[in-house]
Structures are given as structure tokens and as C-alpha cells.
């Protein structure tokens, strides 16, 4: 190993010192104290920890001014400042209510210049040392006038339905209705009419056509007539998913798919839950419950004592509506025999593990693992392994990037083979530039909602000419267009929800991403003003990675168009080929899924 000569040993120390002091808040100092015998002293932070805050609720309703306390502390190096926010109807952004440098922090809210309606409040705190922290939000209703409210009683309906009006400043004597419209139109029709204090209603929906309808609530006094905001684009969905069990075959061992196919137009398809029931028996049991497309699940069959069953699949659409398949009878469940099957990785590239499950009553004396490419019958031995778990490394890069078939064969100890069901069509695709990774993560008012604040990480495997994502651009903050557009308008299930940017008219190379969620009423788009940048992440490995954020900003198109979803599958990200690494190789446009979804908001 060469040794550094002493005054070079110096100057890196140095250097490092100032590395570490940049960009970090609450560091007392870094010192590096270097003598002829090398050592080194630092001096820790004295707060590494940001402030704790929250708002104190001022009541279900305020009118006038109002008091607002914050509750802020730190243990470390104590609260700089407290800023107080509120973000009103109709807002686009948070607004500073005030700000308080001594405790304890209040603001002296008025309200009187403001809309009535509801009202989010949320606090900031910054300590000494400059960390800030972001409390949760509180939500009052300013009332400063005859203010009717009704609630909204969810996104999407079915049956009959509890709807809750809400009256502040009423007069002595008054009467509210409650009334529906298609979406779009004024075509007003009442669900109750007369209602007093404490205003409660029940909406039928069954005699309804499914699709969107607007909700309101008008209070009558003498001639004076108050209506409400309305709750607009509330789907009615009263009919039930359409389900087709997907024959699994017979007869049945080992590891085995078990698939439906699941339709719904009105509100999408929240899960499928396939059942069996054995001959014999008259009680439908659950095999698996599956919440994303596809609707398949793997399941060992062992866990079924041996016989014959039946098998079905129920449907449950987002509006709580069942559709059942018809049963897929006599499918005979049999794991006194041979079986084989072969597990691919999603990802061919690279060395790569393919996994057989095998069993045999007869006992296994090996298994076989071949690759041929597709639309070929040119099969090719990857190993012979003779000791469960059966498997092999397959060095990909020793082959063309294209399709590939993978099966396996078992050898038992009769000496008989049984060679499994082809998996078919796996891409092996070693291209230098890939789609590493997608996560996004909530920022914004409302989780399960797009809305500001809100960001999307996409990770490319190693650095790429960000010119070829835009052109001219330096990975420097970047003004765009983020466009929600419903699965529906692209001819995917509604639920496929699809994310793309633009800059100007002229498409973001980012490609698109399937966000496999329901954030976007049926057929419709919402746009957000967004913020573009660029950066780098280094693996564990070295390599260095390029990655673009994207930060939504106030929504510019389509606000009445957003519902907050729970449903959580995982993104799937397409990459654009016109992206290209430093030294101009296309990006590969295989499809990358999100890794976890803890944190996730798109």
C-alpha cells in the first residue's frame, strides 16, 4: 500500500473537516486536530433531534377571533420560532396564519375576512439548531355567517346511506332538504325534505342508475334560503362485479396458481377471494384473498387433505358489492404423485437463481433445470441438482437479451421423469441501463390523496445524460406538468391509474407509471404543477445512480376530479429508451415495481 507523504496526510484532514461541516444544522464545531503523531479529535453535534409540536383543536366551529395555542417543545437546544397555517376552502396552498417566538405560542385568528367552511390548522417548529418539524393537522369549521354543511358520506355509495347536515348561526325557526343531482347537471331531486334539528337523512340509492351524482343540503327560513357546499362526483355503484374462476386443472399437486378474472366499471375491484369446497361438504372455505391485479395466488395444494373440490371466486368491488363465479367442479387434488414446478425471478439479468419445487411419493433422485428461447424447443441443462431446495445460477450474460422458456424435470426413484408446465416468455435483459427502483411518499394534506407536497423517486441503475430527459437540462429544480390520468381513459381497469410529466406540451422522458390505485374518478384527469430534480444515490457496491423527484405543487386542472383511495398495490414504472447513460446506451423499457409501500401516498 503506497503511504501518503505527511503534508498530503494534513491536507485531507482538512478538507474533511470541511466536508462535514457543510449543510448540517446544530453542529457546536468539527475540529480535526492533527500532530506528528496523527491523531484526530471531533466534536459531536449538540442536537441531532427535531423539535416535538402540535395544535390545540379550538373547537368543532370558531367564528370571529379565535385563539389558537401551539404546544412546541425540545429538549436540546430549545424553540426558535413557531408558525401557525391554515389552508382554507378553495386554497391551493398552506397560508401563515402568524408567527410566535415565545411561549406559550398562540395566534389571535380572525376569521372574519374569511370563507365559511372547513379549515385545516397545522404548526411548524424550528429549534436552535435550525431543525423543523411539522405537526398533524387540526380541522374546525369557521362559521361566521348561516353556514350549512353536509358531510360527505364517502366517495362511493351503495344501499342506503346515512347523510349528516350540519347547521351554524341557524335561525329560531328553519327546515333543511337534502337533494341529488347527476353530476354536471342541476337536475335537483329531493331524498328529505322538512327536516329539523338534528337534520338526519337516509338516501336509497337502489333505485338508482350506477355512476357520479352531486349531493346538497338547502335551509329554508321565512324567505331566507341557505345552501350548502356541494359534496359533487359521488359514485353510486349498486351493481356487483363480474368474476370467472379460471379452470385450475386436474389433476392438482404440489404448488399450484389459482387465477380469476375480475371486472367492475362503476367503482373497481377492491378484491378476490377464491374459495373451494370439498365433495361432499357444503361449506365453502377460503383458499386465498388476493387485493391487487392479477387476481392469482400461488398455493401449495398440500395444505388440501386428497379429493375432489370445486372451486369458485368472489369479488368485492370498492362500493362493498359481491359478484360470486360460477364453480369450476370435480378438479381432483392428488399429492401422492409426482410433482415439479419452476419459480423465475421477476428480473433476468445479471447471475440469477431459478427454484424448483419438487416431491414424489417414489422420492426424488434429481431435478433438472433448461432454458431454450422462446418459440423453440432448443433446451439447454443449467444444472442437475440432486438435494432439496433444488436450484441453479444462471449467468444471463453468457446469452442474447430476448425471451426465454425455463421447465425443470424430475428424475424419481423409480426412474420415471415428469418435466413441468413451461414458464414462458422470460425476458433476460442485461442492458447497462435499467429502471432500478420507483417509491413515493406523502407530503401533502391528506394521506391516500395526490395533492402538494407529495413526491415520486424514480432510480435509474447507474448515472444517465439528463439531457435525454429533458432537453438541456442540468438536474437543477425544474418547473412541470404532472398529469393523473383514470385507468379508463388509456383502456386499463380503473384502477390503473397512470402518472406521467410534461414540460410545456413536450413530454418528460421519464415514461409512465402505472400507480395501481384509484386516485382519479372514472374517465377523468387531474394536472399538478411540479418541481423536477435530479441527484444521486451510491449502493453499497459504489455504483453511482441517478435519480429524478418529482414534487407536486398546487393542482392547476381537475381538483373535483380526486378521491382518496386505500387500496395500496404496488407502482409499476415503464422507463422511456430515449433516456441513455453518460455513454449514450439506451435505457431499457422493461417494467420496474415498487419496492415496499409503507410510506406511499401516489
Known amino acids: 500500500m503506497m503511504r501518503l507523504p505527511r503534508p498530503v496526510q494534513l491536507l485531507l484532514l482538512a478538507a474533511l473537516a470541511g466536508i462535514l461541516t457543510v449543510g448540517f444544522p446544530g453542529f457546536s464545531s468539527a475540529t480535526f486536530l492533527a500532530t506528528t503523531q496523527s491523531s484526530a479529535t471531533v466534536k459531536a453535534a449538540v442536537d441531532w433531534t427535531p423539535p416535538t409540536v402540535s395544535v390545540v383543536s379550538p373547537g368543532t366551529a370558531v367564528k370571529g377571533i379565535t385563539t389558537v395555542s401551539v404546544t412546541a417543545t425540545d429538549g436540546e437546544t430549545g424553540i426558535a ?47 436552535n439548531a435550525g431543525y423543523e418539524s411539522t405537526s398533524d393537522v387540526v380541522r374546525t369549521t369557521v362559521a361566521n355567517n348561516i353556514l350549512v354543511v353536509l358531510a360527505s358520506p364517502g366517495d362511493v355509495l351503495r344501499g342506503t346511506v346515512a347523510l349528516a347536515t350540519s347547521v351554524y348561526n341557524a335561525p329560531a325557526t328553519n327546515t333543511v332538504r337534502v337533494e341529488y343531482a347527476p353530476t354536471g347537471t342541476t337536475r335537483w331531486t329531493s331524498i328529505c325534505t322538512s327536516l329539523t334539528s338534528p337534520y338526519a337523512c337516509s338516501w336509497n340509492t337502489t333505485a338508482l342508475a350506477s355512476g357520479d351524482y352531486d349531493l346538497r343540503s338547502v335551509l329554508t327560513s321565512g324567505n331566507l334560503t341557505a345552501t350548502s357546499a356541494l359534496v359533487d362526483a359521488v359514485t353510486v355503484d349498486n351493481t356487483a362485479p363480474s368474476v370467472t374462476m379460471v379452470d385450475p386443472g386436474t389433476p392438482l399437486s404440489g404448488m399450484r396458481s389459482f387465477t380469476a378474472t375480475a371486472t367492475d366499471v362503476d367503482s373497481g375491484v377492491a378484491q378476490v377471494v377464491i374459495q373451494h ?56 387434488v392428488d399429492n401422492t404423485i409426482s410433482s415439479i414446478t419452476v419459480d423465475v425471478p421477476a ?140 385507468g379508463a381513459v388509456l383502456g386499463r381497469t380503473a384502477t390503473d391509474d397512470t402518472l406521467d410529466v410534461l414540460s410545456g406540451t413536450t413530454p418528460v422522458n421519464l415514461g409512465s407509471v402505472n400507480l395501481r390505485r384509484d386516485y382519479v374518478k372514472t374517465g377523468k384527469t387531474a394536472t399538478f404543477n411540479a418541481t423536477m430534480t435530479a441527484g444521486t444515490v451510491t449502493t453499497s457496491t459504489g455504483v453511482i445512480r441517478t435519480t429524478v423527484t418529482l414534487r407536486l405543487g398546487a393542482i392547476v386542472a381537475g381538483n373535483n376530479t380526486l378521491r382518496t383511495t386505500s387500496t395500496n398495490g404496488a407502482m409499476i414504472w415503464t422507463p422511456s429508451a430515449t433516456v441513455t447513460d453518460l455513454q449514450g446506451q439506451p435505457c431499457s423499457t422493461t417494467p420496474v415495481t415498487e419496492t415496499g409501500t409503507s410510506d406511499r401516498d401516489l
Open 277 to 332: 369446497l370439498r365433495s361432499g361438504t357444503s361449506t365453502w372455505q377460503h383458499l386465498c384473498t388476493v387485493s391487487t391485479e392479477p387476481w392469482t395466488c400461488r398455493v401449495d395444494t398440500a395444505v388440501l387433505a386428497d379429493a375432489s373440490y370445486s372451486f369458485r371466486a368472489v369479488a368485492t368491488d370498492v362500493a362493498g358489492n359481491q359478484g360470486t363465479s360460477t364453480a369450476v367442479a370435480n378438479r381432483v
Open 347 to 486: 428480473t433476468l439479468n445479471g447471475t440469477v437463481t431459478l427454484t424448483a419445487v419438487a416431491s414424489s411419493t417414489a422420492g426424488v433422485t434429481s431435478v433438472r433445470i433448461q432454458v431454450a428461447p422462446t418459440g423453440t424447443t432448443n433446451w439447454t441443462d443449467l444444472c442437475t441438482d440432486t438435494t432439496s431446495p433444488y436450484a441453479c445460477s444462471w449467468d444471463t450474460t453468457t446469452v442474447t437479451d430476448g425471451l426465454y422458456d425455463v421447465r425443470g424435470i424430475l428424475l424419481d426413484g423409480k426412474g420415471h421423469t415428469l418435466t413441468s408446465a413451461v414458464t414462458s416468455a422470460q425476458l433476460v435483459d442485461n442492458a447497462p441501463l435499467r429502471g432500478a427502483d420507483v417509491q413515493s411518499s406523502n407530503g401533502g394534506v391528506s394521506a391516500g390523496r395526490a395533492d402538494a407536497g407529495d413526491t415520486v423517486t424514480f432510480t435509474y441503475t447507474t448515472q444517465v445524460d439528463l439531457t435525454k430527459v429533458s432537453a438541456g437540462w442540468t438536474g437543477a429544480a425544474k418547473p412541470v406538468t404532472v398529469r393523473l390520468r383514470d
Open 81 to 127: 420560532s413557531v408558525t401557525l397555517e391554515q389552508f382554507g376552502p378553495g386554497a391551493a396552498t398552506w397560508t401563515t396564519v402568524c408567527t410566535d417566538t415565545v411561549a406559550p405560542y398562540s395566534c389571535a385568528w380572525s376569521t372574519s375576512g374569511l370563507a365559511d367552511g372547513q379549515y385545516s390548522l397545522r404548526a411548524r417548529a424550528t429549534d
